[in-house]
């Protein structure tokens, strides 16, 4: 199991807006999203990188 | 030759000479429709008395030598996202199957300007994403012609017109100009307004097009742009830097074995030919892009799907519903990430004219429920780089191969230089048996 604490943030808000069956289903696709925030959050940017 | 075997370029030249007639032109596409249309399914709508009404408007003038532009009495296709006035605009959903628009898109009123005749609106995905139409790939009618430009794709591929125009946000023009064996290409972004776009992600969203020769994509860039892009002297040399990191990774056995036999080919003809080392800001494509695509899809959507889930595909359903939960310091976050990667690709260039890569995974994959993965155009949509797809091969299926050739944003003059030099190379000249 992913140590990931993302995931379970992301299946809470999904459990919220769309309710518990609908969240299971998205599991893997969370799991996945949760990966590439954890990526994307380890990316090194500066002040200067503007959006 | 036959008028619907005609290129972009041959027919507009033919037209301008007086030796196609615009009426018999389109008379014969519509007979090729006829011939072969209920088999691809390319097309979500064909106004064929407009059509022919606008044809003989462009043999009169023709025929007095007024011609409205380089496009003058060519016939192209619209994907089925670009709103066109008084043709319905159904974005691949049946919330829109009746909805007309009051006015052109943007690229659509510069090709009229530039001459060309509305053919058709041709089959889109489900809103430019994932959830597959009814097209059928013209060389073997069990595979999918990829998405989500699959319409435009099939259509010029089984010679339905010589041109037509589609939309790329991750690959939706390069893996279908791949699947179909064409030539595709996208160039940067601000090369071609959006506006009338019906949008899938407004920042990774871009107008492409296709045709069966590198000229005539030039031809139909050439009628759209902004701002001229300036051409080079032709060149028969460039510096190709291939790229094997990642993308062989992801390729077929095949289709890495048949892009190496093309780089030895270009050597051997000339060419640098250099292998790339890529960033390390390029493990960050993928993270980058889905997570900018995912916010954009859900706030694009926000309100329809609100009010109507249950017309939404389980594909972009996902889309959305993952973007919901996403908050603004997330998309932030990707943007500015996304920023750093395009200075770092970028840099490339400095000892490349142009990328090489395969143009998708392999050949087309068998079966019309998915539209193929996007996984080899989704690097260079991220960094805007212009971006063409040029048949030259066929795999042992018999299904064509492309390769995917890249440029510095803004550079499509080079662009086109170089991939007519590689077709010139390859001379790819199969078609479909259809």
Redo the contacts between chains.
Sequence with gaps: MSDNPLIEI?SE??ME??GHQ?AEK?RS??EQ?A???K???S???EPL??? | MSPEDLSLVEAAAAIRAGELSPVQYVLSLFTRMSQVELRVQAWTTVDHENVLAEARKCETEAAKKQFRGPLHGVPVGIKDIFYTKDLRTTMGSQLFENFVPSYDAHAVKRLKAAGAIVLGKSVTTMFANLDPGPTRNPWNLAHTPGGSSSGSAAAVAARMCPAAIGSQTVGSVGRPGAFNGIVSLVPTRERIGLQGVFPLAWSLDHVGMFGRAVADVELMLDSMTESPVQKLPERRSFRIGVVRDFFYENATPEARSLNETLAGKLAASGFQVEEVRLPPTFDLTQPTLRTILRAEVASIHEQLFAAHPESYGEKIRVMIETGMVLEAADYIRARRVRRRYQRDMAGLFEKFDVLLTPAARGTAPEGIGSTGDPVMNGPWTLADFPTMTVPHALGSNGLPIGAQLSAAPLQEGLLLEAAKAVESVVGFSARPAL
Aim: glycine content about 0%; aromatic content about 10%.
């Design positions: 992301l808000r999904a807006k769309f609908r998205l696709e969370i999203l990966d590439e925030l990526k994307l959050y990316a090194p940017v990188d503007e959006p």
